[in-house]
């Protein structure tokens, strides 16, 4: 029973894209599109670079934002607004998922790597606005992104989250490795596993595990 694993757990942190709606809504896709036309415009590079510098960049430093900011001194603001301004028009409301993470005990909070006024925008398709306890986006970290440890500790701070009694859920695994270390239980939210010492639980179906965290 997957529910007693969760009895001590006091803070419920859910990462957003991807998490919180379904990947087949393809936001990212739309994202890394804006991406390469800003990493293009900002560098002056071929489009077949930047979107080369954009992988790299993700793989290296969490996001292709701290790559920027690192090795181009670019300004995370206008890249923030700019690169999270597309169409959520086909999102789609889940009531279901609004009233299980309503029924968990305790703190509700979303902590992205995007940023925040982005993560409202997206919680508010979703029918789920008015859910959580907060919102907190890459720029609430100081820019520091996941999975670097010293970003959670920023949020978590910050917060007054004591993560020995907290449950992160999150689709990348790198992001879940630092809340592990940290005494979180963790829950990885993918269409596919990946088997790593960090993850103590897998689920495709958020609300179907949600569920049976509070029946």
């Known amino acids: 029973m997957v529910a007693k694993h969760f009895t001590h757990v006091r803070s419920w942190v859910f990462d957003l894209d991807n998490t919180l709606y379904p990947p087949e809504a393809a936001l990212f896709d739309q994202i890394e599109v804006r991406m390469t036309d800003w990493v ?33 001194d670019v300004d995370p603001g206008p890249y923030l607004t700019d690169v999270h301004d597309i169409d959520l028009g086909h999102l789609q409301a889940d009531p279901l998922l ?86 979180m239980r963790t829950v990885h939210v993918a269409p596919t596993p990946i088997p790593a010492q960090h993850i103590h639980h897998y689920t495709d179906d958020l609300t179907g595990f949600i569920q049976s965290l509070i029946d």
């Open 40 to 72: 293009m415009s900002a560098i002056g590079v071929s489009r077949e670079r930047a979107d080369q510098l954009r992988k790299e960049y993700w793989r290296q430093y969490g996001t292709t934002l701290a790559g920027l900011m690192a090795e181009h």
């Open 98 to 183: 609004a009233a299980g993470i309503t029924a968990l005990p305790g703190r509700k909070i979303v902590y992205t790597n995007g940023s925040g006024p982005y993560a409202k925008k997206v919680l508010n398709a979703r029918g789920l606005g008015g859910v959580f306890d907060a919102v907190y986006g890459v720029e609430h970290a100081e820019f520091h992104p996941k999975p670097d440890r010293i970003a959670f500790e920023t949020i978590f701070e910050a917060d007054g989250l004591d993560s020995t009694t907290a449950a992160m859920f999150e689709d990348d695994p790198r992001n879940l490795s630092a809340p592990y270390e940290m005494g």
